[in-house]
């Protein structure tokens, strides 16, 4: 073989690889969806603190069974039941509505993201607006493409708060996610952002910044979320005083 057929061979065979190269999947990359079964059961304990200015104003946890109440399409229906709630607070008021025994429906996409309540259940007038903001403020959404560990995306989410006093105020996160890990079905998440608030209460105009940090472990093969903690600090101006807050929220799986 003559000198001149053996380049055009080594340039054949590496176009050859490119291409297969090209052409195959990346290692590693899998698509972090929501496609539960109807019927699945998943049963919650979550537990929540908020400090404002170091001093502890309230903590909270309950109990709350989720059951996949009918997947169609790109929405997914959620029936929650919460079995039992226990509060603590320094003040009436400063954690909200007791809400044991209540129950309710929401609607989330295949990516994570609730689209909110779709039927209020037994919920009280004050009970649903603290639902809705829980919801609207989870702090969690999946990737839209797939992605491998090291990977990030982002998510922005608006939700309106209770401030107390009959006030509220308007939150805005945006948050990037990172898949930390993947180790069989448990997929790891970070999260880490920034949350801008303002509104009013009591006749004072309120305004804050801060941040949200935290973690969420994903089961892939049952497209539910086995635990989830956050961070939420926040600055606010009210009424020309300073005031720190700070909420340190965790939700574990326990069936």
Not at 143 to 165: H, K, L, N, R, Y
Not at 173 to 188: F, H, K, R
Not at 191 to 203: C, E, K, N, Q, Y
Not at 237 to 248: E, H, K, L, R, Y
């Amino acid at each position: 073989m003559n000198a001149t057929r053996m380049r055009a061979l080594i340039r054949s065979a590496a176009a050859a690889a490119l291409a297969v190269g090209c052409a195959a999947p990346l290692y590693g990359q899998t698509l972090l969806r929501m496609t539960p079964a109807a019927g699945q059961v998943s049963r919650y304990v979550i537990e929540a603190e908020t400090s404002m200015s170091g001093t502890v104003m309230s903590t909270q946890s309950l109990y709350r069974t989720e059951t996949i109440a009918g997947v169609t399409g790109d929405v997914i229906e959620i029936q929650a039941v919460i079995d039992s709630s226990a509060v603590t607070e320094a003040m009436p008021g400063a954690s909200g509505p007791d809400l044991s025994g209540m129950s309710y429906t929401f609607g989330m996409d295949p990516r994570a993201r609730v689209t909110g309540l779709t039927d209020a259940g037994t919920l009280t007038a004050d009970a649903e607006v603290a639902i809705s903001a829980l919801l609207r403020s989870s702090f969690f959404e999946l990737p839209e493409g797939e992605v491998s560990p090291g990977d990030s995306w982002s998510g922005q989410v608006t939700a309106e708060i209770p401030a107390g006093m009959g006030g509220t105020m308007t939150m805005e996160t945006d948050v990037t996610y990172t898949l930390a890990n993947l180790d069989g079905d448990l997929a790891e998440i970070s999260l880490d952002g920034t949350v801008t608030m303002s509104g009013s209460a009591g006749g004072m105009t309120m305004d804050g910044t801060g941040s949200v940090s935290g973690t969420a472990i994903f089961d892939t093969g049952r497209s539910r979320l086995d635990s989830h903690d956050s961070v939420l600090n926040v600055d606010i101006n009210a009424g020309g005083m300073a005031i720190s807050m700070q909420t340190t929220t965790t939700r574990r799986i326990i069936s």
